[in-house]
């Protein structure tokens, strides 16, 4: 199974970055095609509303083990 992790920045808060990282809090995926086609469509959906607000962020599927 799979997650999504993402690094979320806001560009130039008082001078610097602000970042924070965490999983989306979606459903876990069964085969990495899904989460990334899902990563995909995210990106897409977002992709001019981040950039007009100077967020960016990168997405990226993990494994999550199966004794989880």
Do not use: H, S, W
């Amino acid at each position: 199974m799979f997650k999504i992790v993402a690094l979320i920045c806001v560009m130039a808060v008082n001078g610097q970055d602000l970042c924070l990282i965490g999983d989306i809090p979606l459903q876990k995926f069964y085969n990495e095609p899904d989460c990334i086609n899902t990563v995909t469509q995210i990106g897409l959906f977002i992709d001019e509303e981040f950039r007009n607000r100077q967020i960016a962020i990168q997405m990226q599927c993990v494994a999550i083990p199966e004794d989880v």
